[in-house]
T-cell receptor, first 114, second 114 residues
Framework: GAVVSQHPSRVICKSGTSVKIECRSL??????MFWYRQFPKQSLMLMAT?????????EQGVEKDKFLINHASLTLSTLTVTSAHPEDSSFYIC??????????FGSGTRLTVV | GENVEQHPSTLSVQEGDSAVIKCTYSDSASNYFPWYKQELGKGPQLIID?????GEKKDQRIAVTLNKTAKHFSLHITETQPEDSAVYFC?????????????FGTGTQLKVEL
């Protein structure tokens, strides 16, 4: 089956620093990767969509300069939270999609900015 | 764009009883409807999905039904067990993977009581 690996699972960083989250599709090539943010007891909110080798498409209200997305290969996408602040603390989840496997989600990253 | 509504927001059942969660969607072009189970602190896991050319699909204790005319689909869990307790999300998409984003429902917190 399709497996997506997301790292780290938890990260604590100081306010003003940057944090990188990796998302890898382990056994399939993902044509598109999606990045979500989830607040406690809420649904997943799509932040951006990225296709390999192209610039990411951000949802309305998501700051592209703050949430940098790189999708350099068909198996790896990264989300970098730049100049993180406490309000960026959240649960971030990636999803990789392909025609054969639909949408497969990573295990999520709990970001805490102190 | 697509809008997915999900009910109920919380559902409590006795072990062994059935649980039903309902979703409606607005985009008649949506043709892929997955259901995800999310446990605390983890990413969503696909439990069953259905495409628009099928009215019903079953996998052991889990079934999904789709009514394209009414634009609604439901998740049925029979013989519920304590380990079924989690948050369940429905979602809708125009295509199976390939870059089309999923739109999620608001989630249902299912609690299976002993």
């Amino acid at each position: 089956g399709a497996v997506v690996s997301q790292h780290p699972s938890r990260v604590i960083c100081k306010s003003g620093t940057s944090v990188k989250i990796e998302c890898r599709s382990l056994d399939f090539q993902a044509t598109t990767m999606f990045w979500y943010r989830q607040f406690p007891k809420q649904s997943l909110m799509l932040m951006a969509t990225s296709n390999e080798g192209s610039k990411a498409t951000y949802e309305q209200g998501v700051e592209k300069d703050k949430f940098l997305i790189n999708h350099a290969s068909l198996t790896l996408s990264t989300l970098t939270v730049t100049s993180a602040h406490p309000e960026d603390s959240s649960f971030y989840i990636c999803s990789a999609s392909s025609a054969n496997y639909g949408y497969t989600f990573g295990s999520g990253t709990r970001l805490t900015v102190v | 764009g697509e809008n997915v509504e999900q009910h109920p927001s919380t559902l409590s059942v006795q072990e062994g009883d059935s649980a039903v969660i309902k979703c409606t969607y607005s985009d008649s072009a949506s043709n892929y409807f997955p259901w995800y189970k999310q446990e605390l602190g983890k990413g969503p896991q696909l439990i069953i999905d259905i495409r628009s050319n099928v009215g019903e699909k079953k996998d052991q204790r889990i079934a999904v039904t789709l009514n394209k005319t009414a634009k609604h689909f439901s998740l049925h869990i029979t013989e519920t067990q304590p380990e079924d307790s989690a948050v369940y999300f429905c979602a809708a998409s125009r295509l199976t993977g390939g870059g089309n984003k999923l739109t999620f429902g608001t989630g249902t917190q299912l609690k299976v009581e002993l």
